[in-house]
């Protein structure tokens, strides 16, 4: 052991039960039902008949300490001390006590932080990292989030849509944004630009051959250096290359563009799981505020919010009414590219005469 | 603050609009705060995002940044524009395991933030897609400072890399009536028995652990995770009737029956003439729609116990893969049942760490070698519920039929003898 190196506690997960609020603690794996008051706020009723009030708002995500405390501020003044996070990082107080709610809201509300989020509305937009940290990415995730939190903040607010919607957005193809009933997703458009006097020196050759999906790339010998070359015709532009191999730039300022996917849906209710489905793309990377993109989020969010009936997810009403009504409403272009060539793509195929007319 | 600020007017409309703006918050940092270790910090961040908003281009490159013990844990990030922005040129995040279900008291996020602004940049995330609180920004000699400080009360770092990361559960049963399983002590059991696979990367490629209470799969764990923990229950679901009736009575039959009973995947309800609910329970394969819409009056069985599907991915390398059924039923009532959960676990992990190829995830494993083998690899045997439908090709060669289908006769009579 180096000297004066400090041997890590592995302590792994921590124990939630010590940050828990004492009333969901007391009725753990004990509770009966919930409804909705207003959107914002749930309220939990346990068998033996206690309750807890959930008031859940939308922040900034990317929390500077100033933000934070000014949270935990709110906590201790106006809840009880308690918080936790969503999955979509929306930040949740917990209090037993149902007439610190509309207080605590208001609170929140005039720091300028969003209460909504719940039931049928447009949750947070799930987020990565972007040009802020990540080491690949094709845009900004944080800038994209709230340009279109600025404009569906409504939305988020009230209880509109026939169902929930999840918005995601990912800065490159690999996507840990994840599946959303609307993702607006980094869709590459040329082949990498490779930098041959970098590959030798940083990128495992093999691996990076290894990587590719359409097996375009191949080790080559460029002005007597070891590199790699790519067969542009097979390239499908996806990327993959660049993490293992940064001289193989695949971001570009002109040609990465946004695309956006529908239907994608994790719960299992109703119908299985839906990985999201391609509608549209060639939407430029406009930063500062992604105009175009958020344009057609709106009109999609529009068309499902007037046509869809109640409970119907996206995924669920583009089922019922079909892909051709889906292009109709939204007045989206339909183009060979919606027409899916990898891997078991015939399955996605319409083999029947079942057309609606 | 010392130095002038960048001029920033591309970053400048993100403060406009009534979202919460994370650059004001940037700003604040740079301009508000009494350390000016921080203030230079926030003040290069916010020059080279606005170069990557002008450029259209990223400029962090990774590294290797451990702490010591560890291999894991750590994104490294190194500026390729330091000359410009020097004083975020290393901003490396920390991925901090969070506690089970996310939950913390406002005494504990103050301790962290105070740590964080001890030696990092002032900036976090509750939580990165995987799951981590994203400590984001702080130097290569800060980042072990930072971890010896919160590791010693309580927190350790969570996985990055070829390596399990770290886990997700739902709020579950803290706060929901769905909950059909402790997530809390699924998620912590299987991770906490990783621990050392957390920290020091030596796997094929990442392998994610969530666990959702119900099917509603808040967790996003089938399409998200190699080992999906779904809570589910085995016996009839519970009918409050009168509850069931007063909610019709204030709804009305058509909206009972245009929402509730034909949205039934396997037509498993019917409302009665008294306005009562009848379930096929045999044939409920509880999707939760009907919970979800009458809370109140329908909720999950007793026999409560977890589903397991396996191989969940997103698109690199082969294209996107759906977790499979591997597991239709498991109790998790007492330690013996969490045991064999953790040995699934351990025997799934070694086969792959065995059996993948390089940057291979399981479920691409599963794909490239088949599920039979894969089953026969772990040790478990083929049943019904792991397919949506039988081959439909004719091309396989079938020499064992007698055995494999004594073996299943045999399987039921067992089972049966057991029951």
Same mark, same amino acid.
């Not at chain 1, 009333?23 to 033996?48: F, I, Q």
């Not at chain 2, 940037?26 to 961040?45: P, V, Y």
């Not at chain 2, 897609?129 to 590791?151: A, D, L, R, V």
């Given at each position: 052991?180096?000297?004066?190196?400090?041997?890590?506690?592995?302590?792994?997960?921590?124990?939630?039960?010590?940050?828990?609020?004492?009333?969901?603690?007391?009725?753990?794996?004990?509770?009966?039902?919930?409804?909705?008051?207003?959107?914002?706020?749930?309220?939990?009723?346990?068998?033996?008949?206690?309750?807890?009030?959930?008031?859940?708002?939308?922040?900034?995500?990317?929390?500077?300490?100033?933000?934070?405390?000014?949270?935990?501020?709110?906590?201790?003044?106006?809840?009880?001390?308690?918080?936790?996070?969503?999955?979509?990082?929306?930040?949740?107080?917990?209090?037993?006590?149902?007439?610190?709610?509309?207080?605590?809201?208001?609170?929140?509300?005039?720091?300028?932080?969003?209460?909504?989020?719940?039931?049928?509305?447009?949750?947070?937009?799930?987020?990565?990292?972007?040009?802020?940290?990540?080491?690949?990415?094709?845009?900004?995730?944080?800038?994209?989030?709230?340009?279109?939190?600025?404009?569906?903040?409504?939305?988020?607010?009230?209880?509109?849509?026939?169902?929930?919607?999840?918005?995601?957005?990912?800065?490159?193809?690999?996507?840990?944004?994840?599946?959303?009933?609307?993702?607006?997703?980094?869709?590459?458009?040329?082949?990498?630009?490779?930098?041959?006097?970098?590959?030798?020196?940083?990128?495992?050759?093999?691996?990076?051959?290894?990587?590719?999906?359409?097996?375009?790339?191949?080790?080559?010998?460029?002005?007597?250096?070891?590199?790699?070359?790519?067969?542009?015709?097979?390239?499908?532009?996806?990327?993959?290359?660049?993490?293992?191999?940064?001289?193989?730039?695949?971001?570009?300022?002109?040609?990465?563009?946004?695309?956006?996917?529908?239907?994608?849906?994790?719960?299992?209710?109703?119908?299985?799981?839906?990985?999201?489905?391609?509608?549209?793309?060639?939407?430029?990377?406009?930063?500062?505020?992604?105009?175009?993109?958020?344009?057609?989020?709106?009109?999609?969010?529009?068309?499902?919010?007037?046509?869809?009936?109640?409970?119907?997810?996206?995924?669920?009403?583009?089922?019922?009414?079909?892909?051709?009504?889906?292009?109709?409403?939204?007045?989206?272009?339909?183009?060979?590219?919606?027409?899916?060539?990898?891997?078991?793509?015939?399955?996605?195929?319409?083999?029947?005469?079942?057309?609606?007319? | 603050?010392?130095?002038?600020?960048?001029?920033?007017?591309?970053?400048?409309?993100?403060?406009?609009?009534?979202?919460?703006?994370?650059?004001? @918050?940037?700003?604040?940092?740079?301009?508000? &705060?009494?350390?000016?270790? +921080? !203030?230079?910090?926030?003040?290069? $961040?916010? /020059?080279?995002?606005?170069?990557?908003?002008?450029?259209?281009?990223?400029?962090?490159?990774?590294?290797?940044?451990?702490?010591?013990?560890?291999?894991?844990?750590?994104?490294?990030?190194?500026?390729?524009?330091?000359?410009?922005?020097?004083?975020?040129?290393?901003?490396?995040?920390?991925?901090?395991?969070?506690?089970?279900?996310?939950?913390?008291?406002?005494?504990?996020?103050?301790?962290?933030?105070?740590?964080?602004?001890?030696?990092?940049?002032?900036?976090?995330?509750?939580?990165?897609?995987?799951?981590?609180?994203?400590?984001? @920004?702080?130097?290569?000699?800060?980042?072990? &400072?930072?971890?010896?400080? +919160? !590791?010693?009360?309580?927190?350790? $770092?969570? /996985?990055?890399?070829?390596?399990?990361?770290?886990?997700?559960?739902?709020?579950?049963?803290?706060?929901?009536?769905?909950?059909?399983?402790?997530?809390?002590?699924?998620?912590?059991?299987?991770?906490?028995?990783?621990?050392?696979?957390?920290?020091?990367?030596?796997?094929?490629?990442?392998?994610?652990?969530?666990?959702?209470?119900?099917?509603?799969?808040?967790?996003?764990?089938?399409?998200?995770?190699?080992?999906?923990?779904?809570?589910?229950?085995?016996?009839?679901?519970?009918?409050?009737?009168?509850?069931?009736?007063?909610?019709? @009575?204030?709804?009305?039959?058509?909206?009972?029956?245009?929402?509730?009973?034909?949205?039934?995947?396997?037509?498993? $309800?019917?409302?009665?003439?008294?306005?009562?609910?009848?379930?096929?329970?045999?044939?409920?394969?509880?999707?939760?729609?009907?919970?979800?819409?009458?809370?109140?009056?329908?909720?999950?069985?007793?026999?409560?116990?977890?589903?397991?599907?396996?191989?969940?991915?997103?698109?690199?390398?082969?294209?996107?893969?759906?977790?499979?059924?591997?597991?239709?039923?498991?109790?998790?009532?007492?330690?013996?049942?969490?045991?064999?959960?953790?040995?699934?676990?351990?025997?799934?992990?070694?086969?792959?760490?065995?059996?993948?190829?390089?940057?291979?995830?399981?479920?691409?494993?599963?794909?490239?070698?088949?599920?039979?083998?894969?089953?026969?690899?772990?040790?478990?045997?083929?049943?019904?519920?792991?397919?949506?439908?039988?081959?439909?090709?004719?091309?396989?060669?079938?020499?064992?039929?007698?055995?494999?289908?004594?073996?299943?006769?045999?399987?039921?009579?067992?089972?049966?003898?057991?029951?």
């Amino acid at each position: 052991m180096m000297q004066g190196q400090r041997t890590p506690i592995e302590s792994g997960c921590p124990d939630g039960f010590q940050y828990m609020h004492p009333t969901m603690r007391k009725n753990y794996g004990n509770w009966a039902y919930h409804e909705d008051p207003r959107p914002g706020v749930l309220k939990h009723t346990a068998h033996g008949g206690e309750a807890i009030y959930t008031v859940r708002a939308g922040t900034q995500r990317i929390l500077d300490v100033f933000t934070l405390r000014k949270l935990c501020d709110i906590g201790d003044e106006f809840a009880e001390g308690y918080v936790r996070f969503t999955i979509r990082s929306n930040i949740e107080y917990m209090v037993a006590d149902g007439s610190k709610v509309e207080p605590l809201i208001a609170a929140l509300e005039k720091e300028g932080f969003v209460v909504g989020g719940t039931k049928n509305s447009v949750a947070m937009i799930s987020h990565t990292q972007g040009w802020l940290h990540c080491d690949i990415p094709g845009t900004d995730a944080s800038g994209v989030v709230k340009s279109m939190m600025d404009e569906l903040i409504d939305e988020f607010k009230g209880w509109n849509m026939p169902n929930r919607v999840h918005i995601t957005t990912s800065c490159c193809q690999i996507n840990c944004g994840g599946q959303g009933d609307i993702a607006i997703n980094i869709q590459h458009t040329k082949p990498p630009k490779i930098n041959h006097d970098l590959v030798a020196n940083i990128c495992e050759r093999p691996s990076v051959v290894a990587r590719c999906p359409v097996a375009a790339i191949r080790p080559a010998l460029v002005n007597g250096k070891p590199s790699l070359e790519v067969d542009e015709k097979k390239c499908i532009c996806c990327g993959a290359c660049y993490p293992p191999c940064t001289p193989m730039q695949i971001n570009d300022p002109e040609h990465t563009k946004l695309a956006i996917w529908v239907g994608g849906n994790h719960s299992n209710a109703r119908g299985k799981p839906t990985f999201q489905k391609l509608v549209a793309a060639g939407i430029p990377n406009n930063a500062p505020r992604w105009p175009e993109a958020t344009a057609i989020v709106k009109k999609i969010l529009q068309t499902y919010k007037e046509n869809a009936r109640d409970w119907e997810r996206l995924s669920d009403w583009i089922e019922r009414i079909g892909w051709p009504q889906f292009f109709e409403l939204t007045e989206l272009p339909f183009t060979k590219f919606h027409v899916d060539n990898w891997r078991g793509a015939r399955n996605s195929l319409n083999a029947s005469t079942h057309i609606r007319f | 603050m010392a130095k002038k600020a960048h001029v920033t007017p591309m970053l400048d409309e993100l403060e406009n609009g009534p979202w919460p703006s994370f650059i004001s @918050g940037i700003k604040r940092l740079r301009d508000e &705060h009494q350390d000016d270790r +921080i !203030n230079g910090m926030a003040n290069s $961040l916010l /020059g080279q995002l606005e170069h990557s908003y002008e450029t259209r281009k990223g400029y962090w490159k990774g590294g290797t940044v451990s702490v010591y013990g560890y291999g894991s844990g750590i994104i490294p990030r190194f500026s390729e524009v330091a000359h410009a922005f020097e004083e975020s040129k290393e901003f490396h995040t920390l991925r901090v395991q969070p506690p089970a279900g996310n939950y913390y008291t406002t005494d504990m996020l103050r301790q962290l933030g105070d740590s964080w602004e001890k030696y990092g940049s002032g900036l976090v995330t509750f939580h990165g897609q995987t799951g981590n609180i994203m400590f984001i @920004g702080t130097s290569t000699e800060n980042t072990q &400072h930072f971890f010896n400080e +919160i !590791n010693e009360y309580g927190f350790d $770092l969570g /996985g990055a890399g070829p390596c399990v990361r770290t886990g997700m559960s739902c709020v579950g049963a803290a706060r929901c009536e769905q909950s059909c399983v402790d997530e809390m002590k699924v998620h912590r059991t299987l991770l906490n028995n990783f621990t050392d696979d957390v920290h020091r990367p030596a796997l094929p490629y990442k392998f994610k652990f969530k666990v959702s209470g119900c099917g509603n799969d808040c967790m996003n764990s089938i399409e998200r995770s190699d080992f999906a923990i779904i809570g589910t229950w085995r016996d009839d679901m519970k009918v409050d009737q009168e509850a069931f009736k007063e909610y019709v @009575g204030k709804k009305g039959r058509q909206h009972t029956i245009d929402n509730i009973i034909t949205r039934c995947p396997t037509n498993a $309800l019917s409302l009665n003439d008294d306005d009562s609910l009848s379930v096929d329970n045999r044939n409920c394969v509880r999707c939760m729609h009907c919970l979800n819409v009458v809370p109140k009056a329908l909720s999950p069985g007793d026999d409560k116990g977890v589903t397991i599907l396996m191989g969940g991915k997103r698109t690199l390398k082969i294209g996107d893969l759906m977790g499979t059924v591997i597991v239709p039923f498991m109790k998790l009532d007492n330690e013996e049942d969490y045991e064999a959960l953790t040995e699934l676990a351990e025997e799934v992990i070694d086969y792959w760490a065995e059996n993948g190829l390089e940057h291979e995830r399981c479920g691409e494993m599963v794909e490239r070698i088949g599920l039979v083998n894969f089953l026969e690899g772990i040790g478990v045997e083929v049943d019904p519920n792991m397919i949506a439908e039988t081959r439909t090709s004719s091309y396989v060669r079938m020499d064992d039929w007698d055995i494999e289908a004594k073996k299943w006769f045999d399987r039921k009579a067992e089972q049966k003898q057991a029951s």
